[in-house]
């Protein structure tokens, strides 16, 4: 099974502060990355998908990149809306099957 | 965008059957081209997928779950349910479905999910 590692697990930042989350994965697959938002209470909310498409109605402040194993999400200017917990996603097709797993999670916290 | 809406009991005894449904409206999930999925979330985790199933009905699992787990699709309702097997502790968790954005060779996320429901597996 593939894992992902999300690095760090906890950021302190203030507004206005470029963040950089990174998304590791154990091995390189043909595979597809997401990124997710999530606020207490609430269902995750779709950021990026397919490594560095912006979902529609999302700020372009959030930028995804990356490719291989190695994937960041980038927050150029971090705004009071952002603090929250942020997660990769990863899908992966092998023959007719798929799967996809998630992150174990950053938190976004205020400095 | 469709809105999606979970329902079902939120307590469960240890090694019964957890049954869950999501409500879709705002779109057909039998002639859409979507699939559709379900996520849980245990307390201060991040989410797992359980599954998703296609329009036509077909469905995938993620393995470490399959022996437990049937996902199916009641298009006359227009929804989809969830039936999770003797249940332990290990299945509390808050349980979303979400529509599974996905073609051949492209994925676009899960873009719409439903509130979320918990669900706490105790005697």
């Known amino acids: 099974d593939i894992q992902l590692t999300q690095s760090p697990s906890t950021l302190s930042a203030s507004v206005g502060d470029r963040v950089t989350i990174t998304c590791r994965a154990s091995q390189r697959v043909l595979a597809w990355l997401a990124w997710y938002q999530q606020k207490p209470g609430k269902a995750p909310k779709l950021l990026i998908y397919?490594?560095?498409s912006l979902e529609g109605g999302v700020p372009s402040r959030f930028r995804g990149s990356g490719s291989g194993t190695l994937f960041t999400l980038t927050i150029t200017s971090l705004q009071p809306d952002d603090f929250a917990t942020y997660y990769c996603?990863?899908?992966?097709?092998?023959?007719?099957?798929?799967?996809?797993?998630f992150g174990q999670g950053t938190k976004v916290e205020i400095k | 965008q469709p809105q999606l809406q979970e329902s079902g009991p939120g307590l469960v005894k240890p090694s019964e059957t957890l049954s869950l449904t999501c409500t879709v409206s705002?779109?057909?999930?039998?002639?859409?081209?979507?699939?559709w999925a379900w996520i849980r979330q245990p307390p201060g985790k991040g989410p797992e997928w359980i599954g998703s199933v296609y329009s036509s009905g077909s469905t995938f699992y993620n393995p470490s779950l399959k022996s437990r787990v049937t996902i199916s699709l009641d298009t006359s309702k227009n929804q989809f349910s969830l039936k999770v097997t003797s249940v332990t502790a290990a299945d509390t968790a808050v349980y979303f479905c979400?529509?599974?954005?996905?073609?051949?060779?492209?994925?676009?996320?899960?873009?719409?999910w439903g509130q979320g429901t918990t669900v706490t597996v105790s005697s």
């Open positions: 996603q990863l899908y992966s097709q092998q023959d007719s099957s798929y799967s996809t797993t």
């Open positions: 397919d490594v560095s």
């Open positions: 979400a529509r599974d954005d996905r073609a051949p060779n492209a994925y676009y996320g899960l873009d719409v």
């Open positions: 705002g779109g057909s999930i039998g002639s859409s081209t979507y699939y």
